[in-house]
C-alpha cells in the first residue's frame, strides 16, 4: 500500500502556479490588475518573444510598504479581503492571494516598489520562489514588476506554449480587453520593443475603441444605456452593419472586469433577433453595474466566468432594452461607388491601407489640417490620437467633413429662407417666428409613415428590386425581403394580441412524420396553435394538416410544416414562448413574393406603404436588409460632378 505524504512547499506552489499561470497572458492579467487595483492611473506592459523571456508591468499606483514586499509573495497572502464574507462584496480585481506567489513559483521575478509617502524605494528578486535579493534602492512611486524565462524550471509546462507570435497575440487581447474595461486608467503596450497601442486614459470608451480598433468601427457603434433596479449598463452598440462570424466582439465587462457570459451573449442575441442573418453575430461593448451581492466571481481562478442570482432577469432585462435601442434607430445601409484604388486593391489582398514615409507624413500633417480635423471630431466622436497622421486617412477624412458640412450648410440655408417667408405671416397671427425646423431637417426618419407621401417610386428592375427617390437620396428596395418582413410583422402582431386568423385547407393536408418531427410538434403544438395552424393526429406517424395563418396560405403544406420543424430542431436550447412562436413566424417567407417575379406599380405602392408602417422594417426575419439607400452627392462624385 503507498504511504500518503504531505507534499513540500515547492511542489504545492508548482501545482497552484499551474492553475493560475497557464502562459504568459495569465501573468500579465494578474499583474495589470494588481496594478489597477493599487489605484494606477497609468499603466505600461513590456512584453519580449510573447512574453515568455520577458515581462514588465509598470505602473503608478499606491506601491507597497517596504515590510510587506516578503509577504505579498506568500501563499493566499492579499490585501483586498479580510475574509469570508468580504468574497459576497468584492469592488477588487484581485481576492485570492495566489498571483505573485504562483508567477514567483515558475519564474525569474524582480519587483521594484515605493509609496509615495517613502523617500527610497525595495528592489527584491526571486528565482522559483526562493529569495536571491532584498535591497534598498531609489525608485518612482508606483510598481514595477518584471518576469523573466516564464516556465524555466517546468520544462514540461514550457514545451506546450505556442509560438511566441501566438502567445503574444494573446497578450494584445487581453491588454485591449483591459483598455476596454478601464477607459480611465492609460494603457501602453510595447511589443518586442515596438509600441502596440496607447490610450489615454480619459475615461471616453469610444476613444479606446477608436483607438484599437480604428475609425470605420468607431463610426459604425451608438451609445446605449439601461437601467433597473439593481442593474445598470452602458456602452455601445454596433449597428447591424458591422456583424461578425463569432462572438469575439461581444464585449462584457461586470463592475469593471472583462468576463465571458453565455447569459449576457443570448441577452445581446436575442435583441439583436431579426436584424441579423443566421451565423451572425453583433458588436457589442458593454460595461455592468451590478450589486457585488448578486454577482459571483469566485467560480474560477482565471476569474472570466461569474454566476449572476437571476440569470434569467439579467438576460431578459438585456434583450429587453437591446431591442429597444435598436428600435429607436434607422439604420439604413449607405452605399458607396467611390473608393481609392490604391486603398481598394490593398483591401483585396488583405493588406493594411499603404502608409507615407514619416519625413511626408509630417509634412502633410500640418497644424492647421491637423487642427481642423481635430475641431470636426470634437462634435462627432473620439479625440484622435496624438501622434501624427497619415496622409491618405488626413486628406480623406477632412474632405468627407467639409462636404458633410457644406451639404448641412445648404440646408441650413433653405431652412432658414423658408422660415424668413413665413415669418411676416405667422407675426400677424400673433405667434413668434417658428423655431427648431431646421433640426428636424436631420432627425426626419426616411421609413416613417410621414415620409411615404415625400417617396417617388421610380419602377422595378431585373423583376426583384425597386428604385425610389426621397430628398437627395436614391433607395433601392428588395421585393422579397420587403414582403417577407411584412408578412412576418403581421403574423407577430396578431399573435401577440390573439387575434391570429387561419385559412382551412380543403381536404386537409396528411403529413407523415418522423418520431424526431413528431416529438417536436408535440412539445411546441400550442406555439402552432398560437400562430394559426391546426394539425391533429392522424394515425400512426401521419399528422392532419387542417389550416395555416393566413399569410402562409398558398405555401406547399407538406414541405411548410416539415421546413419549421427542422428549424426547431436546429435550436438545441429551450427557448421561450415568443422565441419558438418567431420562429415559426420566420416561415412566412415562404409565402412572400420572390424575386424574379413582376409587380405592378399599385402593388409596389401599396407593399411601400405597408413597410413604412413597421417598427423595424430595416431587415427581413433572417436579418438581410430590406433596403439600401445611395446619396445624390456618392452619384454626383461618380459622375465627376464634384471631386
Request: net charge neutral.
Amino acid at each position: 500500500m503507498n504511504e500518503i505524504r504531505v507534499l513540500d512547499d515547492k511542489t504545492i506552489d508548482q501545482i497552484a502556479a499551474g492553475e493560475v499561470v497557464e502562459r504568459p497572458m495569465n501573468a500579465v492579467k494578474e499583474l495589470v490588475e494588481n496594478a489597477c487595483d493599487a489605484g494606477a492611473t497609468a499603466v505600461t506592459v513590456e512584453i519580449r518573444d510573447g512574453g515568455t523571456t520577458f515581462i514588465r508591468v509598470t505602473d503608478n499606483g499606491s506601491g507597497i510598504a517596504p515590510d510587506q514586499v516578503k509577504k505579498a509573495f506568500f501563499r493566499h497572502a492579499t490585501s483586498k479581503i479580510q475574509g469570508v464574507e468580504d468574497l459576497s462584496r468584492l469592488q477588487s480585481m484581485g481576492f485570492r492571494g495566489e498571483a505573485l506567489s504562483s508567477i514567483a513559483a515558475v519564474s525569474l521575478v524582480e519587483i521594484i516598489t515605493k509609496p509615495k509617502d517613502c523617500l527610497t524605494g525595495i528592489r527584491y528578486c526571486l528565482e522559483g520562489g526562493r529569495e536571491t535579493e532584498y535591497a534598498e534602492v531609489g525608485a518612482p512611486d508606483g510598481t514595477t514588476v518584471v518576469v523573466r524565462d516564464l516556465f524555466f524550471n517546468t520544462p514540461a509546462r514550457k514545451k506546450f506554449l505556442k509560438t511566441p507570435a501566438t502567445e503574444g497575440s494573446y497578450v494584445i487581447d487581453l491588454m485591449e480587453h483591459m483598455a476596454l474595461a478601464r477607459p480611465d486608467v492609460s494603457f501602453q503596450l510595447l511589443v518586442n520593443r515596438q509600441t502596440r497601442f496607447s490610450t489615454s486614459g480619459s475615461g471616453d470608451l469610444k476613444e479606446v475603441i477608436y483607438r484599437i480598433y480604428g475609425r470605420e468601427i468607431a463610426r459604425e457603434v451608438f451609445p446605449f444605456s439601461a437601467k433597473e433596479e439593481g442593474v445598470q449598463v452602458e456602452g455601445f452598440l454596433g449597428t447591424p452593419q458591422v456583424v461578425r462570424p463569432n462572438r469575439n466582439f461581444e464585449f462584457f465587462f461586470v463592475n469593471d472586469r472583462y468576463i465571458r457570459s453565455q447569459v449576457l451573449s443570448k441577452g445581446l442575441e436575442n435583441g439583436y433577433a431579426q436584424r441579423l442573418m443566421q451565423h451572425k453575430f453583433p458588436m457589442a461593448y458593454l460595461h455592468f453595474s451590478i450589486d457585488a451581492a448578486q454577482v459571483d466571481v469566485n467560480v474560477h481562478p482565471s476569474k472570466m466566468e461569474v454566476r449572476f442570482s437571476d440569470n434569467q432577469r439579467i438576460s431578459d432585462f438585456l434583450e429587453r432594452k437591446v431591442k429597444e435601442a435598436l428600435q429607436g434607430r434607422e439604420m439604413i445601409p449607405q452605399a458607396t461607388l467611390s473608393q481609392d484604388p490604391d486603398v481598394s486593391a490593398a483591401r483585396k489582398e488583405g493588406k493594411k491601407e499603404p502608409a507615407d514615409e514619416p519625413q511626408q507624413r509630417q509634412a502633410q500633417a500640418k497644424d492647421s489640417a491637423e487642427s481642423l480635423a481635430r475641431r470636426l471630431l470634437a462634435d462627432k466622436g473620439p479625440k484622435l490620437p496624438p501622434q501624427p497622421f497619415e496622409k491618405k486617412r488626413l486628406t480623406e477624412f477632412v474632405r468627407e467633413e467639409k462636404m458633410e458640412y457644406a451639404a448641412q450648410g445648404k440646408a441650413f440655408a433653405a431652412a432658414g429662407n423658408r422660415t424668413d417667408r413665413h415669418k411676416g405671416q405667422e407675426k400677424d397671427k400673433g405667434r413668434g417666428p417658428e423655431t427648431g425646423k431646421q433640426m428636424e431637417l436631420f432627425e426626419d426618419r426616411i421609413l416613417s409613415p410621414q415620409a411615404v407621401a415625400r417617396y417617388q417610386l421610380i419602377g422595378q428592375i431585373f423583376d426583384t428590386y425597386w428604385i425610389a427617390s426621397y430628398q437627395d437620396k436614391m433607395i433601392l428596395i428588395d421585393q422579397h425581403a420587403a414582403h417577407e418582413k411584412v408578412k412576418f410583422e403581421t403574423l407577430m402582431k396578431k399573435v401577440r394580441e390573439h387575434t391570429a386568423e387561419s385559412q382551412n385547407l380543403m381536404p386537409p393536408l396528411v403529413v407523415t412524420l418522423s418520431a424526431a418531427e413528431a416529438d417536436l410538434l408535440s412539445r411546441y403544438g400550442e406555439y402552432f396553435a398560437q400562430t394559426g395552424f391546426e394539425i391533429e393526429p392522424f394515425g400512426g406517424n401521419s399528422y392532419a394538416l387542417r389550416a395555416v395563418p393566413c399569410e402562409l396560405y398558398g405555401c406547399p403544406g407538406e414541405q411548410l410544416l416539415q421546413d419549421i420543424l427542422a428549424e426547431l430542431a436546429e435550436d438545441q436550447k429551450p427557448g421561450t414562448p415568443a422565441a419558438v412562436t418567431e420562429r415559426i413566424a420566420t416561415m412566412a417567407c415562404k409565402a412572400a413574393v420572390k424575386g424574379g417575379q413582376r409587380l405592378s406599380f399599385s402593388e409596389m405602392e401599396a407593399l411601400l406603404g405597408q413597410l413604412l408602417t413597421l417598427d423595424n422594417p430595416y431587415q427581413c426575419p433572417h436579418g438581410r436588409p430590406t433596403m439600401i439607400t445611395m446619396s445624390r452627392q456618392e452619384l454626383e462624385r461618380k459622375f465627376k460632378r464634384i471631386v
